[in-house]
Every structure is written in C-alpha cells, then in structure tokens.
C-alpha cells in the first residue's frame, strides 16, 4: 500500500500526527511510515522513491510553520497540518477556490476523501472580477459530480487573495488550500498567505502545492 508521510517532530502534536494518518490510512486504505524531522531536505525525493500518497505534519505553539512550508514547497503530493489534539473527523470540507487554474488540482483531493469519509462539501467563491474563479469552480463540480458527490457553494465577501483565509469562518473539520506560487516582498516580510491560515486554522488544513508543469503561471 501507499504511505502516508508522518514526520517525525519532537513536539507535543506527534501523537495527533500520528493518530491523524493512522485515520487516514485506515479509511482510505494507505500505509503509515515515519520520516525522520532531520531529513526534511530529502523529503521529496524518499516520497518520490516511495510513491508516497501524502504527508502528516504536527505542529505545536512552538513549532516553526515557516521552515516546514520551506520544506514542502517541492512536493507532488498533498501535506495536512495538525495542531496538537485537534481530531481529524472530515465529516464537512471546506473548499475555496480562487481565480487561479492551479485550485483545480484541488478537486480531486476533496474528491477522495469526501467519498472515503462521506464527507459533506462546501466551495467556497471568491469575491472576484472575471470569470476565471467561476470556471474553476465549474470544473471542479464536474469532477465532483462524476464522482456522484454534491456539494454546495457559498459566495465569499474576500477576492482571491483572501477567500481561503475567509473559508475558515465555515463550520467545516477540514480545509483544503493552494500554496504560494512564488513569494513576493509581502511574503518574505510578513509571509504567505498559508502560513497565516495553518496559524489561525482551528480545524486540520491540508495545502496543494501549485504545479508549474501543468500550468503556465501568467493568469
């Protein structure tokens, strides 16, 4: 079977890590593997190697949010971040979707694991000019649909560039985000917008890199 990724901090959320993709794996039918904390520069290539479903990581008050998306910004695979005692139940998933093509990769995430947990879904709209947010929205309900899957959408007051932080608001377990594609000066002084979400997010968030083969990154 597939491995789920925990890595292995020495902090007081690496029992919920643990309790979180044991979960997981038990529901969706993956494997369970600890990655030694020390070896975060050579994560991506032992989940390539390993074709590694995806990654678990613990966080505490004390825990550095900023290296570990360092870290993860090379991953293919989706990471969920845990707080400490935080129970992951996935019965309500929280899903904004931005203007940007990339957010379709999201789909078929909250797909999986609405269908392996039964999962209600709320897509969350942004607040946007343009088309582009809509016509993300449509494909990622197509696949939704196929899969026999509903789910509902709320329209957002925040634009793009704020809709995820404001999807938290939702009464959902789970939220599903896109990471950065690039840091700008206001990431670098005052960080991206995911690490502001992982720090307020009372609920398990797991993020989706951006996938620069698969989109050109000019919209």
Known sequence: MRPIAVISIQNEALSTARETASHI??????????????????????????DAAMVVIGIDKRTDIQYLLNMTRKLRVPYIFVRQGQKFTCRHIALPVTRF???????????SFARYF????????????????QRNIDSI???????????DVVQGRKDSSAVELESLALDCDFCIIGASRDYGLD????????????????????????????????D
């Open 101 to 111: 093509m990339e957010d379709r990769e999201k789909g078929p995430y909250c797909g």
């Open 141 to 151: 309900g197509n696949l939704l649909e196929t899969q026999n899957l509903r789910f």
């Open 118 to 133: 039964n999962s209600r879904i709320t897509v969350f709209k942004p607040n946007d000019y343009g088309s582009a947010a």
């Open 25 to 50: 794996a038990e529901t969706m039918q993956f494997s369970v593997a600890e990655f030694d904390f020390e070896r975060m520069a050579e994560l991506d290539v032992w989940i390539e190697e390993n």
């Open 187 to 218: 990431d670098i002084f005052f960080g991206p917008k995911e690490r502001k979400i992982i720090k307020l997010a009372k609920v398990p968030v797991m993020v989706v890199n951006p996938r620069g083969d698969l989109y050109p990154l000019c």
